[in-house]
């Protein structure tokens, strides 16, 4: 699984053959798990971004203690701005690339910068694989932007 839908720079596959609602779950908890800093994660979805599979990751995220802000619909830009401007620990970009019909999940660090193989996205798939997680003792908390 991890080779086939972790990429050098992102996360990539259909939600019947790659990235499964269990694969979107434990991607969010593996980021929870690896940020540096402990504080909100954002979510912003771009174009076509599946529901249920921003919930799964978003539940990953809260199982782990970290507290999650849902940005909406945005684009890449938004999200970088909003992590920067806000302080926050992260985020995570979801959308459909269109020309090949697969779920793209990028990550990003707590300075706004993409999280690729070089700087962490092999460790998180690692995580993933693994699948050893240990829930926080406290649930983060999910707040929406209106």
């Known amino acids: 699984m991890r080779d086939e839908v972790f990429t050098a720079y992102d996360i990539r596959g259909s939600i019947q053959e790659g990235v499964s609602l269990e694969v979107a779950w434990n991607i969010g908890k593996a980021l929870a798990d690896w940020l540096s800093t402990y504080g909100i994660v954002t979510i912003v979805r771009g174009e076509g971004a599946n529901e249920t599979l921003v919930t799964a990751l978003i539940e990953g995220l809260r199982l782990q203690g970290r507290d999650v802000l849902d940005g909406g ?50 460790t998180i798939a690692e995580l993933v694989h693994a699948g050893n997680f240990v829930p926080a003792a406290t649930k983060g908390e999910l707040t929406a932007l209106a």
Do not use: F, H, W
């Open 73 to 122: 619909a945005g684009t890449k830009e938004s999200l970088m701005e909003r992590i920067k401007r806000d302080g926050l620990s992260g985020g995570i970009y979801v959308a459909t690339d269109t020309q090949e019909d697969v779920c793209v999940i990028e990550l990003y660090d707590e300075k706004a910068q993409p999280i690729v193989a070089e700087n962490g996205l092999n």
